[in-house]
């Protein structure tokens, strides 16, 4: 395995980073990495886009791979545009639970609708995370946060449910405690010719952890007790949710240029 | 992709044509009244000429992966109409801050809000300028013939490549459904973006006098950094100095200020001393240029200024004709260009003819124009 130190040489760049103490951002940007070392693709291949939030700033300026970072909730529609620009290109979405599923979710709907190749990580901390900790498509019904100061009146959103409803090639769910795990889920998901989504359920030790009198290391240990891999468990399911073959966007494009006989721009 | 000669033409097919000419090799976009035929020749054409195309959710989508199209080396554009261009206005301030070239049709009907889908109006003059939130300048052509909607598509094109800037194509319903007679030439000139010379690494930074750095593609290996945060030379986001946000947002300004030569196109007839100059543009310029030969063979010493490019404006030439003559601004709302006139036209001189729903006669502007002289 590669060490941490070469790790960092290879992938990582502008220290420091932004992150808090205890954030799980740079453990999604280290699972990231490997998973690219440890896979076939080329760095000089890899297109991270990602939109607004504490999980835009995972790969933007931080990986060292070619990266756009966009508008709220837009990441997977300019992503859309790269794939289907340069289907070689090998497309990764880096985006929060909000700028996702809430201000995003129509494009992460057709997103897997398209079963478009790119390979989305959402960084689920169930609130607003940059602004202050306000409440989120994530947060679950009844939790207290900095605008529902009497409890959620609202209740969370099954992100990957739907995404894998919706079509997608590739859906699954880690917590920042499986990193090895997750590190494989990344390599499946680059592997994956269509829509991988991988929910992260990672931890904020600053809007989240303090209210609840919880550290990173304590959320981390949370997950572990509170996760099964396990279906039938009671306890939130890790792994793979659904693995299925439908056509590809951009190769159906590619495909039809080539049967109207158009030489390619 | 039609080959030379002159054919009957809808504008909006022209508009089409007029983006095979250029180059154009990525199409996203979304249904919209009055500008959808520009898309559906799009959809069939552009992929027989190895073009990729696809419709998107929405139109905030089909912005977003034209700019991300953009950054993999395509000539890349999109067409809607007021609606969707309110909803492309966030991304459209992206593909300025971020220097991305692309072009955005938009083919203006009568607003505000849904309005009448299928009637003429230039209400979104001010919108394609000011839109975006923050400072910034941008470029956008007016278009008053099918000739035109394929002329300025190229020329859109070149301009957004050359300045690594979004143009608007600011057609209205009038000029997008109008069919007659488009002469298609092959002999177009095309530009490239400026493409990054051996040892040059910074992608958002020049000093270069026409401001433009050079554009590199995803998958070139250098490790892009490309944001709409406010950013150094080398793409480095940077949130807080004084200097990035002064310096960058001062060059994006200065790109389209400095430039303005190069870029500025109007038509002009018998202006010099008029008694009276009509200043027009976009498909009412039509009748309001047959009312002025109207009243100069009945006489009177009328000119006609029409604005090719609205954006920047022409308005050091609008302040001296504003300064020897009466203007009658004749447009198809009630604010559109309005403000930038009176900016620039002292406001004892300044008369307006201003239409909506549709095309006037040429004698309605006629009698505008004698009511004016008196």
């Known amino acids: 395995m590669i060490k941490a130190k070469d790790i960092k040489e290879k992938y990582i760049r502008r220290h420091p980073s932004p992150f808090c103490p205890g954030c799980g951002g740079g453990m999604v940007l280290n699972s990231m990495s490997r998973a690219v070392e440890e896979s076939d693709v080329s760095k000089d291949d890899i297109v991270a886009v990602s939109g607004i939030g504490c999980a835009a700033w995972i790969p933007s300026p931080h990986w060292r791979v070619d990266t756009l970072h966009t508008t709220h909730g837009r990441a997977i529609a300019y992503a859309s545009g790269v794939k289907i620009g340069n289907k070689d290109l090998e497309v990764m979405v880096v985006s929060g639970d909000g700028d996702c599923a809430g201000i995003g979710g129509n494009h992460l709907l057709h997103g897997a609708r398209n079963n478009i190749d790119l390979n989305v990580l959402m960084i689920n901390n169930g609130l607003y995370a940059m602004t202050g900790g306000q409440v989120a498509p994530t947060t679950e019904h009844d939790e207290e946060t900095l605008t529902t100061p009497y409890g959620n009146p609202s209740s969370s959103f099954e992100a990957a449910e739907v995404v894998k409803a919706a079509g997608a090639g590739h859906v699954a769910r880690w917590t920042t405690y499986h990193m090895k795990e997750l590190i494989e889920e990344v390599k499946k998901a680059i592997d994956t010719t269509g829509f991988s989504f991988i929910e992260v359920l990672t931890q904020c030790p600053t809007r989240k952890g303090k209210k609840e009198g919880m550290d990173g290391l304590e959320m981390l240990e949370w997950y572990k007790e509170n996760t099964s891999k396990d279906e039938d468990s009671d306890k939130i399911f890790v792994g793979t949710l659904s693995e299925v073959d439908r056509p590809e966007l951009a190769e159906q494009i590619y495909q039809q240029i080539d049967e109207v006989g158009g030489d390619l721009r | 992709m039609k080959g030379s000669g002159e054919y009957f033409m809808e504008g909006n097919i022209a508009c089409a044509e007029g983006a095979l000419r250029a180059g154009c090799s990525f199409y996203a976009g979304y249904p919209i009244t009055p500008a959808s035929e520009v898309m559906n020749h799009l959809s069939k054409e552009l992929p027989t000429v190895g073009g990729r195309f696809v419709q998107m959710e929405d139109e905030i989508a089909s912005i977003a992966s034209v700019i991300g199209a ?15 261009f309110s909803l492309m206005q966030e991304n459209l301030g992206y593909a300025v801050m971020t220097e991305t070239p692309c072009v955005i049709v938009n083919v203006q009907r009568a607003g505000p ?43 859109a094109f070149n301009l957004s490549e050359k300045y690594r800037i979004p143009v608007v194509l600011l057609a209205d319903a009038g000029v997008g459904h109008m069919r007659e007679r488009v002469k298609i030439r092959e002999d177009v000139k095309i530009e490239e973006r400026r493409r990054p010379e051996e040892g040059e690494k910074e992608f958002f930074d020049t000093d270069r006098k026409d401001h433009v750095p050079p554009m590199p593609d995803f998958g070139d290996g250098e490790e892009l950094l490309v944001t709409g945060s406010t950013h150094l030379g080398d793409g480095t986001r940077d949130t807080s100095s004084f200097e990035a946000q002064d310096k960058l947002v001062r060059r994006l300004v200065a790109k389209i200020e400095d430039n303005r030569e190069d870029i500025e196109d109007w038509e002009e007839h018998n202006v010099e001393g008029a008694d009276l100059v009509v200043v027009s543009y976009g498909s009412i310029s039509r009748p309001a240029r047959g009312a002025v030969k109207k009243a100069r063979e009945e006489g009177h010493d009328v000119g006609f200024f029409r604005p090719k490019v609205m954006w920047p404006s022409p308005e050091k030439r609008l302040r001296e004709i504003g300064e020897d003559s009466e203007v009658l601004l004749a447009e198809l709302s009630l604010r559109g260009y309005r403000m930038e006139i009176e900016r620039a036209v002292p406001s004892e001189n300044l008369h307006v003819y201003d239409r909506l729903n549709s095309l006037p006669t040429i004698d309605k502007v006629y009698s505008k124009i004698i009511e004016v002289l008196g």
Do not use: C, H
Not at chain 2, 120 to 147: C, H, K, W
């Open chain 2, 70 to 84: 953009s950054w993999t080396g395509l000539k890349s554009m999109t067409a809607t109409s007021g609606p969707g």
């Open chain 2, 113 to 155: 809000s849904t309005g009448q889908a299928t009637k003429p109006g230039t209400g979104d003059v001010m919108q394609a300028r000011f839109g975006s939130q923050g400072d910034y300048e941008i470029i956008a052509l007016s278009p008053n013939s099918g000739q035109e909607m394929f002329d300025f598509t190229i020329r």
